[in-house]
């Protein structure tokens, strides 16, 4: 389970995808995920499927690892699924039987659109996470932000704050790993029991886990005084961005997606 | 050669003068180029002082100057920790970034070198400890040996004048530690950096041209590894092995056997012995049940 949470999950690639300017790419996922909730036919997510199947062949990401974001969140899928089955409206399935008239073509119809909704969501999302570093993300973000700096908002803070958080996801996932192993070995049991029981036995995992964080955050911050860290003043930066023709073609490409989206929403 | 570091009558205390001194009225003399090894049992002093080196911390008393610069100076804190490059024990907690070029860009980032240039170090870090392929890698998918290699390497990309290094070896296998060593002495060979080496292994502290023993916030032995490692009866007192051939050495001459003091290596060891055995010198039985 643990190790199926995506965020900080970057595939190393040199596809075009990867090499967009991290910043365009947040501006169109976060355009895509409100062009989303614009839609309100199934023509219009047939055409933003599309947009997703070309990423993904683009990205040369494995389709079964973008489809694997939505395990997380299967059971709010499936939740918000069935609570939609009735608010529908419309004929019954199944006119004869008595008791499942509630079943109606309408609230299948809002289930299927709204899974599709939050799978489209989920997976278009994802890939921003897939195909940007994290740090280049945070950049990316950090940049956008950058006028709040004025306001005295600690953009820079943030951002670094973000980045030691992703990079040590990994390590903590791999660190719980062996600590669950060692308690296990020292008779721990995490599988049986009801939820409280179960919850209860995490303790001996959480504890040191987060002892441990703490210990190597002492370190991590020392490590940064030593390569001479000293806040967002004076820094340069290894990564410079420049929008190039790639980033024009795939602003171009989410304008026709947005335009046609539009378009099928008024004709239909 | 001209001294890169000088440690002054320093002592130091985590809770101000009243507790406990951890460093206790310590003098150390480092010349540039050099290869000093720093050894000590857990808990006297060896990391504390590498620390306050590079203005982690700060003396409690005395003083300690690092190319000339006196480390309480705050004004200079910057041109003290980039000269004094630090590597630590554990390669997770010292790599900030999630692709390896991007970590090692990081000092650079924070000291406003221009673009540019920081491209070109990068490049060259990488090519000095030997990790060039791995540009775009993720640190964590690397061995043991290689995240400690771009640790190395995310220091040397601020050309600092020495390396600190606190048992940079400790969490790695065998392997691992063979890469790193050989980087290090690399560096030294090629790029004149002064290397202090902080280590519990006795094989690494031999390699070193200069060994420095500490025992309770004290220098106790300072020489060449053939000089510190003759104090066989020294070092175990203060819970410290010696290398394997110097003890064997050492519990022959328990034996009235006249065998070289000073033996490090398995190489010197062997013809030591074999020189011993066809000379058939006269030893008394059971002189080797040990």
Redesign the interface.
């Known amino acids: 389970m643990i190790k199926d949470i995506t965020l ?1 999950q ?1 595939f ?1 690639g040199d596809s075009p995808i990867h090499k967009m300017d991290p910043r365009v790419k947040l501006l169109i996922t976060l355009e895509f995920v409100v062009l989303l909730f614009v839609v309100n036919n199934f023509y219009g997510f047939a055409v933003c499927a599309t947009l997703i199947v070309a990423v993904t062949a683009l990205s040369k990401i494995p389709p079964k690892t973008v489809l694997k974001s939505i395990k997380p969140l299967l059971f709010i899928i499936i939740f918000t699924a069935f609570f939609n089955l009735f608010y529908g409206g419309g004929s019954p399935v199944f006119e004869s039987v008595g008791w499942l008239r509630w079943l109606t073509w309408g609230g299948i119809r809002n289930a299927a659109f709204m899974s599709l909704r939050i799978i489209l969501l989920l997976v278009g999302s994802t890939f921003v996470m897939y195909t940007t ?3 280049m993300l945070t950049d990316a973000i950090e940049r956008l932000l950058g006028p709040l700096k004025k306001l005295k908002v600690p953009v820079h803070e943030f951002a670094m704050m973000m ?2 958080a ?2 040590f996801i ?2 903590l996932v ?1 660190e719980t790993d062996k600590i669950t192993n060692a308690q296990k070995a020292r008779g721990a049991d995490f599988e049986t029991g009801n939820i409280i029981r179960r919850a209860k036995a995490l303790i001996p995992i959480l504890v040191p886990l987060i002892v441990s964080a703490f210990r ?1 955050a002492e ?2 911050a ?9 806040g967002g003043d ?7 961005y420049s929008c190039k023709s790639r980033d024009y073609v795939a602003i171009c490409v989410m304008l026709i997606v947005t335009a046609s989206v539009i378009t099928l929403n008024v004709l239909i | 050669m001209s001294e890169i570091i000088s440690v002054e009558n320093l002592s130091f205390s985590y809770g101000g003068q009243k507790d406990t001194l951890v460093l206790d009225g310590l003098d150390l003399k480092i010349e540039q180029n050099s290869f000093v090894a720093v050894l000590g049992h857990n808990g006297c002093g060896k990391s504390t002082l590498a620390k306050n080196l590079n203005a982690i911390l700060l003396p409690t008393g005395g003083k300690v100057y690092v190319c000339g610069i006196d480390t309480t100076d705050e004004s200079r804190l910057f041109d003290i920790r980039r000269r004094m490059g630090m590597v630590f024990q554990n390669p997770d907690n010292q790599i900030i970034a999630t692709v390896v070029d991007e970590d090692i860009a990081f000092a650079l980032e924070n000291l406003g070198v221009p673009h540019d240039e920081m491209v070109k170090r990068v490049d060259e870090a990488l090519a000095a400890v030997g990790m060039s392929e791995y540009k775009h890698h993720a640190p964590h998918r690397l061995s043991g040996g290689q995240k400690q290699r771009v640790a190395i390497a995310g220091i040397i990309a601020m050309k600092p004048q020495c390396l600190i290094m606190d048992e940079p070896t400790a969490m790695l296998d065998p392997r691992g530690r063979k890469e790193v060593m050989a980087t290090v002495k690399r560096l030294k060979e090629e790029q004149g950096v002064t290397v202090i080496l902080i280590t519990h292994y006795m094989d690494e502290a031999v390699q070193a041209d200069r060994v420095v023993v500490m025992d309770d916030g004290k220098i106790i032995l300072d020489g060449t590894p053939e000089y510190v490692f003759q104090n066989v009866g020294l070092l175990h007192s203060v819970a410290l092995d010696v290398p394997q051939s110097a003890e064997l050495m050492y519990r022959l001459r328990k034996y009235d056997i006249k065998v070289p003091i000073s033996v490090l290596n398995e190489g010197d060891c062997v013809k030591v012995l074999s020189e011993l055995l066809e000379n058939k010198i006269d030893y008394k039985d059971g002189a080797f049940d040990i």
């Open positions: 900080g970057y190393p570093s994290p740090v980045t030691i992703m990079r990994p390590t791999d190597r370190e991590l020392d490590a940064m005084e030593c390569r001479c860290y000293n004076g820094r340069t930066r290894y990564k410079i």
